[in-house]
């Protein structure tokens, strides 16, 4: 059971456009995170947002920690072909343990 | 700083052949150390997560043991493949406590035929 559901699963922009990708759970976390993908390596950490309402900015990527710590958007702006990947949230539930989302495949063509 | 190694990068294997899987940490004590496993271009299962040396948590049944011998070493295995074990796996280490970030190490890509 996939406790945190990614929107939209496949997404492809022209270079120059500005994408969103969304992050919904019924769960509460105590904190979550995106990575970031590319093929055959491992995921690298983005981001972690602890806080509810929370906003991040890291150059030209915005993300946001929903007010109930159940949901979290990822927001590209002006994506480069650099950018294309695999996004993966990842909600905290303890010390232990995260939850991913199945991913949100982007593609920026040039 | 933290380093993490895992091998072999990629395996073919015959169905009902051995498994074994490595994956070890650098640059830090008593990590909590992950396998996940991914599908093709998909979200990653949590396989096996282990708090301490011989301390191995399961999070789904399947054909797939873990060990943890020493504190910075982590084990994948299995005794006989199936097909259904195909996949790319993916060793990580994270902070004990905090946020609970994870470091991943580039996984190994397995074909079982």
């Known amino acids: 059971t996939q406790l945190l559901e990614q929107s939209p699963q496949f997404l492809s922009i022209q270079e120059g456009e500005n994408l969103t990708v969304y992050c919904n759970s019924s769960?509460?976390?105590?904190?979550l995170q995106w990575y970031r993908q590319e093929p055959g390596e491992g995921p690298v950490l983005l981001v972690t947002?602890?806080?509810?309402?929370e906003v991040k900015k890291l150059k030209r990527l915005t993300f946001q920690f929903g007010d109930a710590r159940k949901d979290s958007s990822l927001h590209i702006t002006a994506a480069q072909p650099g950018d294309t990947g695999l996004y993966l949230c990842?909600?905290?539930?303890?010390?232990?343990?995260?939850?991913f989302g199945a991913g949100t495949t982007v593609t920026v063509r040039a | 700083s933290q380093t993490i190694h895992q091998w072999p990068a990629t395996l073919v294997q015959p169905v009902g052949s051995p498994l074994s899987l490595e994956c070890t940490v650098e640059?830090?004590?008593?990590?909590?150390l992950y396998w996940y496993r991914q599908a093709a271009g998909r979200g990653l299962q949590l396989l096996f997560y282990?708090?301490?040396?011989?301390?191995i948590s399961s999070e789904v049944p399947q054909n797939l043991s873990a060990s943890r011998p020493q504190d910075r070493q982590f084990i994948l295995s299995s005794k006989k493949l199936l097909l259904s074990d195909s996949g790319f796996y993916l060793c990580?280490?994270?902070?004990?406590?905090?946020?609970?970030?994870?470091?991943f190490g580039a996984g190994s890509r397995l074909t079982v035929l």
């Open positions: 990842a909600g905290v539930f303890n010390d232990y343990k995260l939850s």
């Open positions: 769960s509460v976390f105590s904190s």
């Open positions: 947002v602890v806080t509810g309402g």
């Open positions: 640059g830090t004590s008593n990590p909590n």
């Open positions: 282990s708090i301490g040396i011989d301390q």
């Open positions: 990580a280490h994270g902070e004990a406590s905090g946020a609970n970030v994870l470091t």
